[in-house]
Structures are given as structure tokens and as C-alpha cells.
């Protein structure tokens, strides 16, 4: 009996590591470098080994412009103390923070009004956990508006809408089986020019799961400036340490 050789789970190319995923509903060989710097291959099951490095090694040109561009962003901020006079992001700007003896809104430990952010004096140590509710919130509200006004524009209404933490990877993902879209709660610190983009980016996933030409026409057919945007995810969407 012939043994069935296991699928690879990694594969070098001269100096570089992927890690290699396999999967039974792609067509074709991706590959994905991510805000860390890892690398990573989707592969259809079944590709040859020899035809998935022969594939990466002529993307080796991009995967290495994408490595130097990671190692020329500015390290992120150091996480904020929540202290009086601080200021945080919210939509692409950030706002002060006034720390206040009595709750600010209705009760609320958090607040934007005024133009600054209201925080209440008694957290005791639990500040951070009441902006991520905050943004958590607001992402909610916002992005929910966003896909209904582009989904009948893309042609794809999604199953649901979740907003949670995505990690440090991922903006966005669509699941294409269950057709629900999610996103990071993050993405409400970027400006809505960002937002747009990822929210049609990920709708446009429910009708073409790769990153082929098609799915890049669709994308152009709903927001003709999509790279312009781009160019603002990659330029000013890292991460903020909150």
C-alpha cells in the first residue's frame, strides 16, 4: 500500500518562512503578509509542493516590498494611562481626555461631548475596558450604517454584521459559507475613509472569496477610489495601543 504523503505546513524560499493553509474551497495560491510580519500561503488542497514554490517565489518581489514597508512604520505609541490631558483617537482624530467627578453621561462612565472625552473619576483601574465598551459600541452603530447603505450597492447582503476583536491581523472578515461579515471594533479610530473601504472590501468577499481581478473590478464599480483608499489603510490604519 502506498502511504499518502501529509500536506506541508510550512515552506521555505530562500531566506523566508511561510506557513502554509490549506483549503478545499480556494481556486487559487495567495499569499498574505501580515501586520506582524508573518507570512503565510493559501493553497488550494492538492497543489503540488513544487507548484506552490514556484507560485510564491515569483510574488518573492511584493512579499519583500511589504516587509520593508512594516519595517519603516513608525513603532506604535506606548499604551495611554488614561490620565487627565491625554488625548485618543476616535474616526481619524484623536480628543482630550478630562477626567471628572461625576459620571458624564446618564450614568455612563464614558462620554464624547463637548469636544473631549468625559471619564469618570471611580474606575478603579477598569478605564480601559470602559473605551473598548465605548468603541466597541460605536463601531457597532457606525459600521451596521455603512453596510446598509453599500450592500445594496455591492449586491451582497450579509447574514449578520459583528463587531469584536479581531486581533492584530485582520481589519475585517467574511465568512462566505455563513455570509457574516465582521470587524475589528479598532477600525472606528480610523478615519471614515478607511471604514467605507473596508466595509466594501469585505462585502465584496461574500460574491469573490479571492483577491482576483474580478473581485478588485467589483470593488472599482462601488468606490472608484478604492486605492487612493487603500493607500490610507497601509500609510495611517496601524494599530493604535489602546
Not at 498574505?32 to 513544487?50: I, M, Y
Not at 467627578?101 to 477598569?126: Q, T
Amino acid at each position: 500500500m502506498k502511504l499518502r504523503r501529509a500536506p506541508i505546513e510550512s515552506l521555505a524560499v530562500d531566506d523566508l518562512v511561510f506557513a502554509v493553509r490549506w483549503s478545499r474551497r480556494r481556486r487559487t495560491i495567495g499569499i498574505s503578509v501580515s501586520r506582524e510580519g508573518a507570512l503565510r500561503v493559501l493553497a488550494p488542497q492538492g497543489v503540488p509542493a513544487r507548484k506552490l514554490e514556484g507560485s510564491v517565489r515569483a510574488r518573492l518581489p511584493w512579499v519583500r516590498r511589504k516587509l520593508a514597508e512594516l519595517e519603516a512604520l513608525e513603532p506604535p505609541p506606548p499604551p495611554p494611562r488614561f490620565a487627565d490631558g491625554e488625548r485618543l483617537p476616535y474616526l481619524g482624530r484623536t480628543y482630550r481626555l478630562a477626567v471628572v467627578d461625576a459620571r458624564p453621561s446618564h450614568g455612563a462612565p464614558l462620554a464624547l461631548r463637548h469636544g473631549r472625552f468625559e471619564l469618570a473619576r471611580d474606575l478603579d483601574g477598569e478605564a480601559r475596558a470602559a473605551f473598548v465598551r465605548w468603541y466597541t459600541g460605536h463601531a457597532q452603530a457606525r459600521i451596521d450604517a455603512r453596510v446598509a447603505h453599500y450592500a445594496p450597492l455591492v449586491g451582497a447582503r450579509p447574514a449578520d454584521v459583528v463587531v469584536r476583536d479581531l486581533g492584530l491581523r485582520r481589519w475585517g472578515v467574511c465568512d462566505a459559507r455563513t455570509r457574516v461579515v465582521s470587524f475589528h471594533w479598532e477600525l472606528v479610530l480610523q478615519q471614515p475613509a478607511i471604514i467605507d473601504y473596508v466595509v466594501v472590501h469585505e462585502l465584496t468577499h461574500l460574491h469573490e472569496p479571492n483577491h482576483g481581478a474580478l473581485f478588485w473590478k467589483r470593488v472599482a464599480a462601488v468606490m472608484p477610489d478604492w486605492k487612493r483608499r487603500r493607500a490610507l489603510l497601509a500609510n495611517h490604519g496601524h494599530r493604535h495601543a489602546i
